[in-house]
DNA sequence: CTTCTGTTGTTTTTCATTTAACAAAGCTAA
DNA sequence: TTAGCTTTGTTAAATGAAAAACAACAGAAG
């Protein structure tokens, strides 16, 4: 059942590929500035703790291949990568939810992929509306919808306190968003249409406590070489 | 090749559901407080964007069992995750920077969860060191070694500027922390005796991305009931 | 009392992802 | 030039998780 995925980027990924490619693409970034041109299925391995085959095994499945024993050109597996995940157009992106996260992100965000812009913000608070953070302006909830159809906005970060959650993506759903990307503790429902990623900090907090309880686990496989 | 996990939570769990665990005793706390004594596993499923079957299936794999079919008892099964999530002591946890993300982290986290308590956190900068954020202490980083033995801390929550994270994590590993939670954008190495979790914000942007454009997807399986 | 409906618990099957094994090819050095 | 080492690319096996199918059982309704 290998569907044909000789030109690139057509078949669709499995979820934890893309997860890693993300990934990959961030640490190969790195790289670049550090004046690295090439590297090597063991060390992009060993940044991500995870095994060589499977980042050749990745990177097979993007359709990249060099011939040289050099390791892999990172310019070019940027762009590989680059050509999957920010095929084409490029998104625009609202956080709805001003508060010490909803900041925080935004200013964790800025300016660090191209192809995916924060252009908007939204809060209740008279406060903090018509006033800049970061450099996003900051809308009344109000005009929420207004907004995301005027600025062709296709994805919302929510980080509304928890009693406003539901609503809230309520809200998102309506004005025809595609994605939303949750932060709250508040698990939502909204139209099969939309993509939802639920994303609770405390669940990952926990998962490392009981890891960290039952350590005869390792992070790191064995046969990592 | 059932290894008997007739007592509970003597048998490691796989993660995915370690995972799904912490995220249905949320929405059951969330179910207490709103006076629900029952819960049906479709109900759970909806909530979670997943189907019954697993549900159960998750239920079954702790151990936990009704012969009522009104459902699971709301407050058993949160104890029984609880006795499995939560198992035994209960874990110190320091915030290493106390920066936007950091301070949002810890006034996020507060009294969330009993067994897992933010008792210190830490920041080079001297206008912070000394101050309390959300009732935390902030300590000069030059005390993270002793504090971390002092106070018993095995999980440290990483939200330091990219460029001092290597530098953390050497400083948290040689402490003998035992599990990181990384939010920075930075691959680090531990020693194979920590367990790390990198929590890279981007990468889930993305993946958000990348689905909302591959949009044939659907984020509910349709045999959901 | 019996039947029917709706829900759980378990086993089996299917599927996807990871791991391993192997083949091919390029650089290096003798 | 050739032998050997290192790294990639591909195919095949094994593992692990999700889905489906089925069995059991409690309560409701007639």
Same mark, same amino acid.
């Given at each position: 059942?290998?569907?044909?995925?000789?030109?690139?980027?057509?078949?669709?990924?499995?979820?934890?590929?893309?997860?890693?490619?993300?990934?990959?693409?961030?640490? %190969?970034? *790195?790289?670049?500035? *550090?004046?690295?041109?090439?590297? =090597?299925?063991?060390?992009?391995?060993?940044?991500?703790?995870?095994?060589?085959?499977?980042?050749?095994?990745?990177?097979?499945?993007?359709? /990249?291949?060099?011939? *040289?024993?050099?390791?892999?050109?990172?310019?070019?597996?940027?762009?590989?990568?680059?050509?999957?995940?920010?095929?084409?157009?490029?998104? $625009?992106?609202? #956080? !709805?939810?001003?508060?010490?996260?909803?900041?925080?992100?935004?200013?964790?965000?800025?300016?660090?992929?191209?192809?995916?812009?924060?252009?908007?913000? =939204?809060?209740?608070?008279? *406060?903090? #509306?018509?006033?800049?953070?970061?450099?996003?302006?900051?809308?009344?909830?109000?005009?929420?919808?207004?907004?995301?159809?005027?600025?062709?906005?296709?994805?919302?970060?929510?980080? #509304?306190?928890?009693?406003?959650? !539901?609503? #809230?993506?309520?809200?998102?759903?309506?004005?025809?968003?595609?994605?939303?990307?949750? =932060?709250?503790?508040?698990?939502?429902?909204?139209?099969?249409?939309? /993509?939802?990623?639920?994303?609770?900090?405390?669940?990952? %907090?926990e998962k !490392?406590a009981y890891f960290?309880k039952?350590?005869?686990?390792? $992070?790191?496989?064995?046969?990592?070489?």
């Open positions: 059942m290998d569907a044909k995925r000789s030109s690139r980027n057509l078949m669709k990924l499995p979820e934890p590929t893309v997860e890693r490619l993300s990934e990959y693409r961030r640490s %190969l970034l *790195q790289c670049l500035e *550090q004046g690295k041109t090439h590297i =090597f299925s063991h060390e992009l391995a060993t940044l991500h703790h995870n095994t060589a085959v499977q980042v050749r095994r990745d990177i097979m499945f993007i359709g /990249y291949s060099t011939n *040289q024993r050099k390791g892999y050109d990172v310019r070019e597996l940027i762009d590989v990568i680059g050509s999957i995940l920010d095929s084409g157009k490029s998104l $625009n992106i609202a #956080v !709805v939810g001003m508060g010490n996260l909803g900041s925080a992100i935004t200013a964790y965000f800025l300016g660090k992929r191209s192809k995916m812009d924060i252009v908007a913000s =939204f809060d209740v608070d008279p *406060q903090k #509306v018509n006033r800049e953070f970061s450099g996003i302006l900051c809308h009344p909830m109000s005009a929420l919808k207004d907004i995301i159809r005027e600025m062709n906005i296709s994805i919302a970060i929510m980080t #509304v306190p928890a009693d406003s959650a !539901v609503e #809230v993506a309520n809200l998102l759903d309506e004005a025809g968003i595609k994605g939303i990307l949750n =932060f709250t503790s508040i698990p939502v429902k909204v139209s099969p249409r939309v /993509y939802l990623e639920d994303y609770d900090m405390i669940t990952f %907090l !490392v960290v039952h350590s005869t686990r390792q $992070n790191v496989s064995p046969s990592k070489i």
